[in-house]
């Protein structure tokens, strides 16, 4: 069940009609204690067990980004418990980035003060994912992946949300008290109009692996190596997924509503590309061998398919 702080958060900053039809923020899987929180033009869905983000929404109106000073003011949430949140200690004197769920640019738009605030909001540790630092071609694919949906999208006034979160598994290795996911998903939604459709919800996903393309006893024997060494696991190449939006739900077990029936991503069977044989939601969310037939790898943004404009 979300619990939205109405006393000290911000006003609502998601807009789940942001793009003219229903695109809300996806519910929590069964039995996770979650926390919404507010921030300019994007929320964060916190899992408190995990003390990291289930998952962040972002609205962008591409007509009105606006460029300003970065800054690097990671910071707590003041209205979340230290203890319901990963801090700094996480992220110190390691290799782990403090990878932004919701991209630092995509809220930066509106007047000038709300953008600057959009901006910091951005540095709030609910925001932050551990991720592999050496971040290398696959990894910038994921990264410029909006980039691309609302090129596609500049026609139907540059709107865009994008959803970002962790895959959750019970098998995620365990570093100073934190287990690490291995996985990241992200759903890309816009509306598009037709004589006979108007304000239709489409929507596309993608999975980013970070996991190391060893074995099943070489990767308990390194991360083994790394714990006992108070090292971060072993963190492998990035290799970016299309995937169908229906097996980002399986996989985190969260409640995707609307988003899944709007896809037009997802890679149609045909000879050699069988559907998707992802399992349906269970209460062991994360299981799963990659890549599922279904599943395209990116390398470059030309592999990335969606529908063409009507």
Known sequence: ???????????????????????PLPGPRAGQRVRLLDYTHFAVVLDLDRRLAALTGVTILGSALRDVPRGDGWHLD??????????PELYARNDLDRGHLVRRRDPVWGDEATARRANADTFAYPNAAP????????????LGLEDHVLEHARTYD????VFTGP???PDDPVYRGVQIPQMFWKIAAWS????????????????LDQRPQLDGIDLRT?????????????????RTFQVPVGDVAALTGLDLGPLVGADVGAVPAVAGNA????????????????????????????????????
Do not use: K
Not at 78 to 86: G, L, N
Not at 131 to 142: I, R, T
Not at 158 to 161: A, I
């Open 78 to 87: 003041e209205r979340v418990s230290p203890d319901e949140q990963c801090g």
């Open 275 to 310: 559907p998707s044989t992802v399992p349906e939601p269970s209460d062991v969310p994360g299981t799963v061998h990659l890549p599922p037939a279904g599943w395209v790898r990116l390398r470059t943004a030309a592999d990335i398919r969606l529908a063409p404009p009507r």
């Open 192 to 207: 598009t109009e037709s004589p006979d459709e108007p304000g239709r919800l489409e929507t596309t996903a993608y999975v």
């Open 222 to 238: 390194a991360t083994e190596q790394a714990l006992a060494a108070e090292q971060p696991p072993p963190l492998g190449p990035f």
């Open 167 to 169: 895959v959750f598994a």
């Open 158 to 161: 540059q709107r865009l949300v």
């Open 1 to 23: 069940m979300l619990d939205r702080m109405d006393s000290l958060a911000p006003p609502p900053a998601f807009d789940p009609l942001f793009l003219g039809v229903l695109a």
């Open 131 to 142: 991720q592999a630092a050496a971040f290398n071609q696959s990894a910038e694919l994921w």
